[in-house]
């Protein structure tokens, strides 16, 4: 039978995948692209790691392969389901039976054996596609970030074949790099240890091992694609990516529009649609009186979902809030990361109560009631793959306020005359980095949201852009068919 005539057995490996386990993007993305893929025709199976949440989560089971040895104790591949996805588990208690964080322990550091931990992910992803499961001979493997980066590895070094692989990176700013030593611990031949191996900057880099030996590298967005090409993008990798341009693709993310419903969406105080605007108010107020804000339907609300981290720019927004309150606006964040920003958010809150509003923590409910209820969403990120929260907030009808950079430059159509007059705008974008840029963002918004027609049009223009996976789903399938 053809290739394109027939549905293709895509095994993905991952380290996270939603809803059973997310820290961040990733996590969305494995848990939805494999439907969009079954859809188009392709069927995908996902390796995980068995930490505890993904082992509850697991309903029936079966044993399909048993490992005497995976660096440092047995393990058990586990076949079965859960939250409709079709996986392969790798229980290995002496890597993953621990709580919390899949990378971090409790006391905020990364897991000491983090190296041993993901490189056995990645091996049992290769014996996989050389045969491990009776009855399963993937056509492909898609590895995503450094964490399933070895997979190509370990199959160019064993010299025995196995399928093509697909690294997808989803932000280069995690590489993956560990002490040499680590080498011989994860099972690769002391020659590997080479600047035409795995060798970065005299550490093992995972990342840099999967940029190099994978068959095809995608990133989350075509902007994202061109700026890790460059030096002030690459994070020390773009002399690599530059060597394998004409075998990086960036393909846009997309979201699960089901999980993300503004019309059935269980979480939301108010059910509404491109066509019913005007019923979004009562999130709003919701919102509002959740967080314990001013009451008022006037002030433009804005949000942030996010990681508090550099990354993101959030110290701009703190540095620009004079500027967002002067305009007599409020803000609902909830994020979580690093201490200085945890707290400066928190003292702002504490400063200026009924206008700051701040959840330090991790709540997937809350994150979907402010998509519902702010006016807009605010990333300030100074790099970014391609973000999600700006596509929720597309299809909620908040509109995204954004740096133009990486997947935010490709996804939102900023607010400027030339797309205002043609109807087309969806959003705000300002340069990456500078607060007084941001500052003049919020200025125009403000402005643009007190103008009720312009306004009401870039929240429907937002609401009725395509954020789905049906594109970007079919781009990786016809990635993966040129394959075989
Ligand atoms: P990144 O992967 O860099 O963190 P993305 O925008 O690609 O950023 O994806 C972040 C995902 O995590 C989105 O689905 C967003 O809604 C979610 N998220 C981030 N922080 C929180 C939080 N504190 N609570 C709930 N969801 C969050």
């Known amino acids: 039978m053809r290739a394109s005539g027939r549905r293709l057995k895509i095994l993905a490996a991952t380290s996270e995948i939603f809803p ?42 079966r044993a399909v392969a048993r490992i005497g040895e995976l660096i440092g104790g047995p393990a058990t591949l586990w076949q079965g389901k859960a939250a409709a996805l079709d996986l392969l588990v790798l229980d290995a208690p002496h890597l993953f039976d621990r709580p919390g964080n899949p990378y971090l322990g409790t006391n905020g550091r990364d897991w000491p054996d983090n190296a041993e931990r993901f490189a056995a992910l990645a091996r049992v992803a290769a014996d996989i596609g050389q045969g491990l499961v009776p009855g399963y001979h993937p056509d492909v493997i898609h590895a995503h970030d450094w964490q399933a980066a070895l997979v190509p590895a370990i199959l160019h070094y064993r010299e025995r074949g196995g399928p093509p692989v697909v690294l997808t990176i989803h932000n280069l700013a995690f590489q993956g790099c560990f ?16 600047v035409d191996g795995v060798e970065f900057y005299g550490e093992v880099g995972f990342l840099k ?33 530059r060597a394998r341009a004409d075998d990086l693709v960036g393909i846009l993310n997309g979201i699960d529009v089901t999980v993300w419903d503004p019309s059935n969406d269980p979480v939301i105080a108010a059910a509404f649609d491109a066509e019913r605007i005007g019923a979004r108010s009562p999130n709003k107020a919701d919102l509002q009186t959740a967080l314990g804000l001013g009451p008022d339907p006037q002030t433009p609300l804005f949000g942030v979902i996010s990681r508090l981290t550099s990354q993101k720019g959030l110290d701009l927004l703190l ?10 606006g409020q803000l609902a964040l909830l994020g979580t990361g690093e201490p200085a920003l945890e707290a400066g958010f928190e003292e702002a809150a ?57 997947g935010l430059a490709d996804t939102v159509i900023d607010a400027n005359p030339v797309a205002l007059g043609k109807g087309v705008a969806t959003g705000v974008q300002f340069p990456p980095g500078s607060r ?41 399938l016809d990635l993966f068919r040129s394959l075989l």
């Open 209 to 241: 091992a999967g940029i190099l030996f994978s068959h095809r590298i995608t990133t989350v967005s075509p902007t994202y694609a061109a700026e890790i090409c460059t030096p002030d993008g690459g994070m020390g990798l773009d002399g690599l990516l």
């Open 179 to 194: 002490r040499p030593e680590t080498l011989s611990r994860i099972g690769l031949p002391e020659r590997a240890f080479h």
């Open 319 to 328: 540095a620009a809030l004079p500027r967002l309150l002067a305009q007599n």
């Open 350 to 406: 504490a400063r200026h109560p009924g206008r700051i509003a701040c959840r330090i923590g991790y709540d997937e409910a809350l994150s979907h009631r402010i998509q519902a209820g702010v006016d807009s969403l605010l990333v300030p990120s100074r790099f970014e793959p391609c973000g999600l929260t700006q596509l929720c907030a597309l299809r909620y009808g908040a509109v995204p306020v954004v740096a133009r950079v990486g």
């Open 20 to 61: 059973l386990i997310k820290t961040g993007g990733l996590a969305d993305v494995a848990g939805a692209l494999p439907g969009a893929l079954a859809e188009l025709g392709a069927d995908v199976r996902t390796l995980v790691p068995g930490y505890p949440a993904v082992m509850a989560a697991l309903g029936r089971r």
């Open 436 to 476: 007084p840029m941001m500052e003049n963002a919020l200025v125009r918004t403000a402005t643009l949201f007190r103008d009720r027609v312009a306004w009401s049009n870039l929240q429907r223009n937002g609401m009725t852009s395509d954020v789905s996976w049906r594109k970007s789903g079919k781009d990786y």
